[in-house]
């Protein structure tokens, strides 16, 4: 399916229409218009989410796991973002505002994409500091990312099955052209517009576009930016080792998609499997 033509041929109401996005929380919008101002107010970007009880204490919970790896616990929103930096508060608030979002819709196979999607992402941290010319919080907030149309398309759709790594499909299966089919809509696009509707960043919202057109990926440089592809190819790799480690097969994603990776980020199979022990040795992750 040719994503491109799809994201820019359908106006914004005709992309939703039926589906269940939540709008960008206030808090977002209102922390987004400070910091990115040429002048950032830490103080008052600190005020905001520290008059939100739940969000600084689940940003604070989020600081102090194992993934940031800090040797001072913040006790403060303010100590947080001192430790952290405004990049990266950034990154971790909308990801936790995301969790937030859809927390009314529990169910197994949501608690399962919540765990693969986490996991993958730190990985895709951990691995953005094994290649070159990756920034570790992009490639976890993208990781988070990438497949969040899944969410909306699971509260928006009572017969809608994603499609989680690891699980086991045909080869011929392709992810986004069963979803068209059976609901005219698929996740890469929905997951697109909701990561612009919630202020990520441009790269990003493209890269969630265009996350499983492998063929284009492969053969379509002139429309997909390098930056974008390696950011795509990075949280494939991250992907494989997640799937690897719990189910001890290669995903159907993986099977399609080694020879995209391996061109654009300049490394071999056995490169790979370095990288993948050395996740397991060193990460913390599992």
Not at 73 to 93: C, E, F, H, P, T
Not at 145 to 166: E, H, I, Q, T
Not at 232 to 243: M, Y
Not at 247 to 268: A, H, N, P, Y
């Amino acid at each position: 399916m040719d994503q491109n033509n799809a994201f820019t041929d359908r106006d914004a109401e005709q992309v939703l229409a039926g589906i269940c996005i939540p709008p960008c929380p206030a808090i977002l919008t209102k922390l987004m218009r400070e910091m990115r101002g040429d002048e950032p107010d830490f103080n008052k970007i600190s005020q905001l989410i520290s008059e939100d009880a739940s969000l600084a204490a689940a940003m604070l919970r989020t600081v102090n796991s194992a993934f940031y790896g800090l040797r001072t616990q913040a006790v403060s929103v303010q100590q947080a973002m001192n430790l952290l930096g405004l990049r990266q508060v950034s990154q971790l608030i909308t990801g936790v505002l995301l969790r937030a979002a859809f927390s009314n819709g529990s169910s197994e196979r949501m608690d399962d994409y919540w765990e693969s999607s986490s996991t993958i992402a730190q990985i895709s941290a951990y691995l953005a500091g094994h290649f070159d010319g990756f920034n570790r919080d992009q490639a976890y907030t993208f990781a988070l990312f990438r497949d969040c149309g899944m969410l909306a398309m699971m509260d928006s759709y009572d017969n809608y099955k994603p499609v989680l790594p690891g699980d086991s499909l045909p080869d011929s299966d392709d992810i986004i052209a069963n979803e068209d089919k059976q609901h005219q809509m698929n996740h890469a696009l929905v997951g697109s517009n909701l990561a612009k509707i919630w202020l990520l960043p441009e790269d990003t919202q493209l890269s969630i576009l265009w996350h499983h057109d492998y063929i284009t990926l492969l053969q379509g440089r002139e429309k997909i930016p390098v930056a974008h592809a390696r950011q795509i190819a990075l949280a494939l790799v991250a992907e494989w080792i997640f799937v690897k480690q719990t189910t001890g097969i290669e995903s159907q994603d993986w099977r399609k998609s080694c020879v995209f990776v391996m061109e654009d980020l300049g490394t071999t199979a056995e490169e790979l499997d370095t990288a993948m022990t050395q996740t397991m040795q060193d990460s913390g992750i599992f």
